[in-house]
């Protein structure tokens, strides 16, 4: 899954200008009181108990701080780190992931697997719609086919491509059949590609997933308003149909798009930003673990950032070219520079440790040992260099967004090859931009990107974004790979369910990855959560980016 931008630095005056206008805008346009003040709830009628002894405020508004703006409101083309948090709230999936990643009953309450290729899906009976309208067989039929139709270029369609037929039993019951069986979908019903819309309402409003139209679904909380490049509102849903924990509790979420970090660790300070998962730029996470008000909470996921490289486009269409460019990246100094203890130098592979978690992990930790080390070698660059295509060196474009840990790469990257004689021209790009690159056409030399498993499983960051079928328009294969030996590799474990058989293909296949390079993997970063300490309700998870988060959350007494 792609990632998010963060932080833009700015010249000190600007900077401090910039901060106070900021704050002033929040506390007008946020609906409510600073956190510390327990937001716009008043007394509510919280009795029951959180924390060690809170109790629960209901009501209030939850300011919530985005580096950028999101892509749309459909669940079809959620899949980046900003437009999940929003459209998770609004769309559910017919199952979710629990906080150890494992999938539970959600808009299915059970579902039966009799055969590898036949999964039938019961739903529930007491789910509508914002409107009223119940969630029948029909809608769930309708919005798994919008996926599957390639006219719809979703940007999670991949994970249908072995989709046979979807098809409605009776007004409760969904069952869809495999053209082999496929390791992936036990999961797939649990991210934004399972999520459900309604049928009747999309089919009349022609501007579903934009700013006037919106979107319509059974989420906890309904969607008010998109200002782009601003703000996104969102409304307490209060007929939500799963009360089993008693939210949601909020009022309204008021999602700020801030490109600037300085600005999110501002409004955290002062109180008038209450949550902001992965928006704290590394180089300022020693300022939040100081604040009195705000608890940050890090944790180790399976996300990377790398150098997407068009294999697609001369020169990168030359290993040796890749391999050099390997050569470049010192990431150890990167991490230690511009990451402030939030990350971890990356191997050859998106496959990170975290990911280890298909049959023996010792096997995965001795296979990572063997893969080629890439560690800084400016000699060996030049020399790979005169032994390719290019040996005069050339010149490409580098897209970046405003991440300092993936700005300073670039920008160290770009010193480096100089040297050599490649002359890298760095485009810098919001994050908004990057991402509808990056799923979109491609049209790029190289980009700095972000990806993290959409599931619990190493080939989560192996197969989206190496199967030489995900190249096209909304596809994850970002780097434009074709390799006919990964690809027939990726569908063989794909179609296996001995976890060991697969692990062993997967390991096969990572080095293969290692050798042909055709990204330059950066760093594996951890993932943070800055939330204020007036604020309780959620366990943040590694696959955060699925979850409808704001469920439970809510202000203390």
Not at 52 to 73: C, F, H, K, P, R
Not at 348 to 370: F, H, N
């Amino acid at each position: 899954m792609q990632r998010r931008s963060q932080v833009r630095r700015r010249r000190l005056g600007r900077l401090a200008a910039l901060v106070a206008a900021a704050v002033l805008l929040l506390a007008g346009c946020g609906g409510g009181a600073p956190a510390g003040q327990g937001g716009t709830g008043g007394a509510g009628a919280g009795g029951s108990e959180t924390g060690q002894g809170a109790q629960i405020q209901e009501g209030g508004t939850l300011n919530i701080a985005m580096t950028g703006d999101i892509v749309s409101l459909d669940p079809a083309f959620a899949y980046d780190f900003t437009t999940n948090q929003v459209v998770d709230q609004m769309t559910e999936g017919l199952l979710k992931f629990d906080a150890q990643g494992h999938v539970q009953p959600n808009l299915a309450e059970s579902v039966e697997n009799p055969n590898p290729t036949t999964y039938i899906y019961h739903l529930r009976k007491d789910v509508k719609f914002w409107d009223g309208n119940p969630m029948t067989a029909d809608d769930v039929v309708y919005s798994m086919q919008r996926i599957l139709d390639p006219k719809t270029a979703s940007y999670v369609g991949w994970m249908y491509g072995n989709v046979d037929k979807i098809e409605k039993v009776d007004d409760y019951t969904v069952k869809v059949t495999l053209k082999q069986p496929d390791a992936f979908w036990q999961y797939v019903p649990a991210t934004t590609a399972g999520h459900v819309v309604e049928k009747k309402w999309m089919e009349s409003h022609p501007k579903a997933g934009k700013p006037e139209d919106g979107i319509m679904g059974t989420g906890p909380f309904m969607y008010e308003s998109w200002t782009p490049g601003q703000q996104i509102v969102l409304k307490k849903n209060p007929n939500y149909w799963d009360k089993a924990a008693g939210g949601p509790y909020l009022d309204k979420l008021v999602y700020h798009v801030i490109p600037d970090g300085t600005t999110i660790v501002a409004g955290l300070k002062t109180g008038e930003i209450d949550f902001a998962i992965d928006a704290v730029p590394a180089d300022q996470l020693p300022l939040v673990q100081k604040m009195d008000n705000v608890e940050l909470k890090m944790i180790t996921g399976d996300q990377v950032d790398y150098v997407a490289l068009n294999n697609s486009r001369e020169p990168f269409t030359d290993p040796k070219i890749r391999q050099a460019l390997n050569y470049l990246i010192d990431r150890q100094a990167i991490v230690d520079k511009f990451a402030h203890g939030a990350s971890d130098p990356a191997g050859p592979t998106l496959v990170t440790p975290g990911l280890w978690t298909l049959g023996d992990r010792s096997k995965w930790e001795e296979a990572y040992k063997a893969l080629p080390d890439y560690s800084y070698n400016l000699e060996k660059a030049k020399e790979l260099l005169q032994q390719s295509s290019r040996p005069n060196g050339f010149s490409f474009k580098l897209l970046v967004d405003p991440d300092p840990v993936r700005t300073g790469a670039a920008l160290q990257l770009q010193a480096e090859a100089e040297k050599i004689g490649i002359h890298i021209q760095i485009e810098k790009v919001t994050w908004q931009q990057l991402a509808t690159q990056l799923l979109g056409k491609k049209d790029y030399d190289a980009a700095m990107d972000i990806w993290g498993s959409d599931f619990p499983d190493p080939a989560g960051n192996l197969f989206p974004t190496f199967l030489s079928t995900n190249t096209g328009d909304g596809g994850s294969n970002q780097v434009l790979y074709k390799n006919p030996q990964v690809d027939q590799l990726l569908h063989q474990q794909n179609g296996l369910t001995d976890p060991e058989q697969r692990a062993e293909i997967l390991r096969q296949v990572q080095a293969i990855i290692a050798q042909d390079v055709p990204m330059i993997a950066i760093d594996y970063p951890k993932q943070t959560l800055a939330i204020n300490k007036k604020v309780a309700g959620y366990d943040f998870s590694a696959l955060w980016y699925w979850d409808a988060y704001a469920k439970n959350l809510h202000f203390t007494k």
